[in-house]
């Protein structure tokens, strides 16, 4: 997808004319994708600005709902995305755009070209608040503290008063600058007649300010009796801290996502028919063009390098973080950087038939995907907002008569005290920070919820071929006919398989490499028959005379099939059979660490396999797997999976999804190989983009860490609000340590989502 600007740094939104310019129907392919057959329907994602909880996901729900043509919005407030279904027979983006607009909101593109410098520029803006509120309030409390200790008669009334005005002096600062968000979202709310989480809290620092303020210029009157300037400068900064720690656990998963959607050009030089090259929009290539990339540049398609060679970055694509060489006849990928030099590539496919633009749409996907425990907080948030605003009502009310300025002070300290900020960042917090650290990592989520699905499995189902087997062969074993060694057999079928690329004569030259067998023997004049096997003169190094060699299947060397059930090649001379070489799939060097790890983490493995019985009960003696099955169809692997389900066991597959489409989905959860088959079509909960196994156990251990966090958030939120709200409405809960353990609550559950986000340690082999 190419990026599109539709803003300039420093602006606050997007104009309503600026929105008109996405109503071009060339300009829908840069923010958007068909949602299915036709080209009436399209799905669309946006950036929103200005969220800052779940009640605001639900009113833009609300909001794109009632537009006309809009078939379906899902809203995450956690990522401040959204992803819009809309008819363009019906609507235009303009106008669901414009929707989002007049509920009080900005929004982008979600690959704006100037997307991450709004971020960064927001990031800014809420540490320079963070640092005013914290100068501020270590003055304050400064002033406050001879309030605090001095005795009766130490402190005069003019220094009290002088005090309390140097006090409200710092104050302004943090209410005219720091505050500025959480008004400006609640002034917005009651302009919209909406509830917000920042309603009660902009109530309380109001509240709390003007009280402080009467007490400050009129101390004699009936809030004269103390201030909280200091309680209200410290909960400010507590807040701004979290806010700022949850905007930077947002920007790092953002950051993943923009990093991956803002690699392509936006132009790039295409051929034209009289040998020139013109630079053009990426939009405008198709297939059979070619085009010019030059070091530093991204592969705007996918495509088949023509001339030149150099090296790609695909760490994002692949999993692969060396860059890997690429030279005249290899495939490059859509998104992938070339490092070193000059190239030309064919396009062969563009937009959304890339591999790039099928990883997108998956990252897209789990970034606005809410996962049950979030969707319930998205529930109660308004129903509990309202009830937060009673509960400070009706607790002011009942201490009224006896002191007006305690009673608005308790109102104040139940209004802070019940936000469920904490509570609606439990869950959403965690499974981010997981996904963006697995998207590093080169594995995508395309559904959160399988995070939790993930966590409470017990045990793992794996395909053999191409999953826990790689697409080369190795030589498994050798039989030979009297009198000739196994090493000279080897010697002379490597002499003819040098001549050959075939998976099978790779295998033989790497096996004789490994036992220094090739350059014993060598060949000339070798034919190779395609499908059958190779024929040539083979004699020793030394100079004996040449004997006339037959490698390849035994028909093609005239021998007699031999009883062996296993893929294998013969090899013949003039006086018959001389050896047969059985091979099989190379098993990927990290499988063994990781089936110990899944072994070692109370996990019970199995193979499936539609190959022989016999391959496969060697492969599954090789690797140390006891339960393993061949010859199973799709449906056999589904039985399997449902009899194991029957059982209460819960089951993950992991398959390359040639053919494990139904038991992929049939599963609690799925891993599939981002090589195998188009993302698109992929029936998997998990994308593995390289072609290792170790981010499986990984991915699973860090699923079991990722409920454990959502877990011990949840308790904390809600121990927090059982014990603090109870203690506000009856006056117990001063309101300075209201704000601070509101801040701190949900300081402490981004901060423990945080720790999701450290790399995973290495596996190690058994």
Known sequence: MQSVSLSIPGSTGVSHESLRLLDDPQEWSSFSRLAGPGAASWESSVIIEGMHCAACALTLERALLAVPGVAS?????????????????????????????????????????????????????????????????????????????ARPGDMTVD??????????????????????????????????????????????????????????????????????????????????????????????????????????????????????????????????????????????????LTQGQTHADEALLTGESRPVPRCAGERVMAGSHNLSAAVQMRVEHTGEGTRFAQIVALMQ???????????????????????????????????????????????????????????????????????????????????????????GIDTVVFDK??????????????????GVSEAQALAMAGALAQHSLHPVSRALVAAGLAHAQIGAWVA?????????????PVRRAAGAAAAWLRLGSASFCGVQVPAVQALHACLSDGQGWLATFELTEAVRPDAQAMLHALRADGIEVCLLS????????????????????????????????????????????????????????????????????????AQADFVVMGDRLEPVAQTLR??????????????????????????????WLPAWLAGLGMALSSLIVVLNALRLSSDPKPLKAS
């Open 73 to 149: 919005a899902q809203v995450s407030a956690a990522s401040h995305r959204a992803r819009v279904v809309w008819s363009a027979e019906r609507v235009q983006p303009s106008g669901w755009m414009q929707a989002i607009k007049k509920a009080g909101y900005q929004v982008l593109p979600a690959n704006d070209a100037f997307a991450s410098e709004r971020r960064q520029r927001e990031s800014r803006q809420a540490l320079w608040r963070w640092l005013v509120a914290g100068l501020c309030m270590m003055q304050v409390m400064m002033y406050a503290l001879p309030a605090y200790v």
């Open 159 to 304: 220094a009290a008063g002088l005090l309390r005005w140097a006090s409200w002096v710092l104050t302004l600062p943090v209410m005219l600058f720091s505050c500025g968000p959480f008004f400006a979202s609640a002034l917005r709310d009651v302009l919209h007649r909406r509830i917000s989480m920042d309603l009660p809290v902009a109530l309380g620092i109001a509240v709390t300010f003007a009280v402080s303020s009467m007490g400050t210029f009129d101390a004699a009157g009936i809030f004269g009796r103390e201030v909280y300037f200091d309680s209200l400068t410290m909960f400010v900064f507590f807040l701004l801290t979290g806010r700022w720690l949850e905007l930077r656990l947002r920007d790092r998963t953002a950051g993943a996502l923009e990093a991956l959607m803002n690699r392509l050009p936006d132009s790039v030089q295409r051929r034209c028919p009289d040998g020139r090259f013109e630079r053009v929009a990426v939009r405008r290539l198709t297939a059979g063009d070619v085009v010019l990339v030059l070091p530093g540049e991204s592969f705007p398609a996918d495509g088949v």
């Open 365 to 455: 996907s789990a970034s606005l995907d809410k996962p049950a425990l979030a969707r319930l907080a998205d529930r109660i948030a308004r129903p509990f907002l309202v009830v937060v605003l009673l509960a400070a009502a009706g607790a002011c009310a009942f201490w009224w008569q006896r002191d007006p300025g305690h009673a608005l002070m308790v109102a104040v300290a139940v209004l802070i005290v019940t936000c469920p900020c904490a509570l609606s960042l439990a869950t959403p917090a965690a499974m981010l920070a997981a996904a963006g650290a697995l998207a590093r990592r080169g594995v995508l989520v395309r559904r959160l919820q399988a995070l939790e699905a993930l966590a």
């Open 465 to 482: 071929t191409g999953t826990l087997t790689s697409d080369a062969m190795v030589l498994c074993a050798t039989r030979t006919r009297d």
């Open 524 to 536: 000339d004049s070798v034919d190779e028959v395609a499908g059958q096997g190779l024929s040539g």
């Open 610 to 681: 539609g190959d022989t019985p016999l391959a496969v009960a060697r492969l599954a003696a090789r690797v140390g797997i006891e339960q393993a099955r061949g010859g199973c169809s799709p449906s056999d692997k589904l039985a399997f999976l449902r009899e194991a389900q029957r059982r209460g066991r819960k089951v993950a597959m992991v398959g390359d999804g040639l053919n494990d489409g139904p038991v992929l989905a049939g599963a609690h959860a799925s891993f599939a190989f981002g090589q195998a088959v188009p993302l698109a079509q």
């Open 702 to 731: 860090l699923a079991r860490r990722t409920m454990r966090v959502v877990r011990q958030n949840l308790a904390w939120a809600a121990i927090y609000n059982a014990v603090g709200i109870p203690l506000a409405v009856l006056g």
